[in-house]
């Protein structure tokens, strides 16, 4: 699936595969980035992959990730079929022990596939399904590059939730030689949005802005309830946004080339110097990522008004 409804053209050369891996239904930045991802003319989007985030608020968290970008896709009015895939339902059990699952196969099929575009896989929760298709199948280490939101800052690392959900699936994307681009939380945090400007950049951009602004303030009112203590009340971070935009431009003086650490189980990273170097972004530009967004969303809620 590629949206093309652009007066300007992206060269074929430039056009790239995307699979995206998301636990949609755990936050409201996931719908953002998806609906972005979906709407660049750059990518030609091959499957998105519902994700778990944990058990500690759902048993059925993967269900539940299903459920809301079965939701999105209906009010883009995109079918489903042949893009749409239930990723692992919970972490892997133990290091060298996939989940196997649609997402991961599907992640499998198409990077054995021949094709001269390159293949990204965007990750917005755990890495579950990336790493029990490396444990299924290795071969797809040189045919696929990653790019995963999560993990806490370098060098020291620390508790992240993306991580927590599974600290085995991540040491072995790390341990393994799949070309990884990661955005650690200190970077994902430069994300902030106000709700001010969502209510003037989003809401009004038909029924698509109108969802994907009421279910942030769903989300807020829920995390109120926790008495989250980051929360003001007027902002939100849309940390998986860096997923596609990092894919839209490249951000090539912002990240550094370290060698992947071991985790452990309180989250911290060991640096064995035993594995190869990954791409750690130290910083993004939010107003390109945001900008981007909402002319895209703009433009879209404008044709699907007029027919055009």
């Given at each position: 699936?590629?949206y093309?409804?652009?007066?300007?053209?992206?060269?074929?050369?430039?056009?790239?595969?995307?699979?995206t891996?998301?636990?949609?239904?755990?936050?409201?930045?996931?719908?953002?980035?998806?609906?972005h991802?979906?709407?660049?003319?750059?990518?030609?989007?091959?499957?998105?992959?519902?994700?778990?985030?944990?058990?500690?608020?759902?048993?059925?968290?993967?269900?539940?990730?299903?459920?809301?970008?079965?939701?999105?896709l209906?009010?883009?009015?995109?079918?489903?079929?042949?893009?749409?895939?239930?990723g692992?339902?919970?972490?892997?059990?133990?290091?060298?022990e996939?989940?196997?699952?649609?997402?991961?196969?599907?992640?499998?099929?198409?990077?054995?596939?021949?094709?001269?575009?390159p293949?990204?896989?965007?990750?917005?929760?755990?890495?579950?399904?990336?790493a029990?298709?490396?444990?299924?199948?290795?071969?797809?280490?040189g045919?696929l590059?990653?790019?995963w939101?999560?993990?806490?800052?370098?060098p020291?690392?620390?508790?992240?939730?993306?991580?927590?959900?599974?600290?085995?699936?991540?040491?072995?994307?790390?341990?393994?030689?799949?070309?990884?681009?990661?955005?650690?939380k200190?970077?994902?945090?430069?994300?902030?949005?106000?709700?001010?400007?969502?209510?003037?950049?989003?809401?009004?951009?038909?029924?698509?802005?109108?969802?994907?602004?009421?279910?942030?303030?769903?989300?807020?009112?829920?995390?109120?309830?926790?008495?989250s203590?980051?929360?003001?009340?007027?902002?939100?971070?849309?940390?998986?946004?860096?997923?596609?935009?990092?894919?839209?431009?490249?951000?090539?003086?912002?990240?550094?080339?370290?060698?992947?650490?071991?985790?452990?189980?309180d989250?911290?990273?060991?640096?064995?110097?035993?594995?190869?170097?990954?791409?750690?972004?130290n910083?993004?530009?939010?107003?390109?990522?945001?900008?981007?967004?909402?002319?895209?969303?703009?433009l879209?809620?404008?044709?699907?008004?007029?027919?055009?």
């Open positions: 699936m590629r093309q409804n652009y007066e300007f053209q992206v060269p074929r050369e430039k056009v790239i595969r995307v699979i891996d998301t636990d949609a239904k755990n936050e409201a930045d996931d719908p953002f980035a998806v609906v991802t979906l709407l660049s003319p750059r990518f030609e989007n091959v499957g998105l992959i519902a994700a778990h985030f944990g058990t500690d608020r759902a048993a059925d968290s993967m269900e539940q990730s299903f459920g809301e970008l079965q939701k999105i209906s009010l883009m009015d995109i079918p489903e079929e042949n893009l749409l895939f239930r692992a339902d919970r972490p892997l059990p133990s290091p060298g996939p989940v196997d699952s649609e997402g991961a196969r599907l992640i499998i099929r198409e990077a054995m596939r021949e094709d001269d575009r293949l990204f896989v965007t990750f917005m929760g755990p890495l579950t399904d990336i029990s298709a490396y444990l299924l199948e290795p071969a797809i280490a045919r590059t990653v790019i939101i999560g993990g806490g800052r370098y020291a690392g620390g508790p992240e939730f993306n991580l927590e959900n599974d600290i085995h699936a991540a040491n072995v994307v790390f341990s393994s030689p799949i070309p990884l681009w990661q955005v650690p200190n970077v994902y945090e430069m994300m902030p949005v106000s709700f001010a400007e969502l209510e003037c950049r989003v809401l009004p951009q038909g029924v698509l802005g109108k969802y994907l602004f009421e279910q942030l303030l769903a989300c807020q009112m829920e995390e109120t309830s926790r008495k203590p980051f929360r003001t009340g007027e902002t939100w971070v849309l940390g998986d946004s860096p997923a596609p935009g990092l894919l839209l431009y490249e951000h090539r003086f912002c990240f550094d080339w370290i060698g992947a650490p071991l985790i452990t189980r989250m911290t990273y060991v640096h064995t110097k035993q594995y190869r170097p990954i791409r750690v972004y910083s993004v530009d939010p107003r390109l990522i945001l900008e981007d967004f909402y002319c895209k969303l703009s879209f809620a404008e044709k699907e008004r007029t027919g055009k």
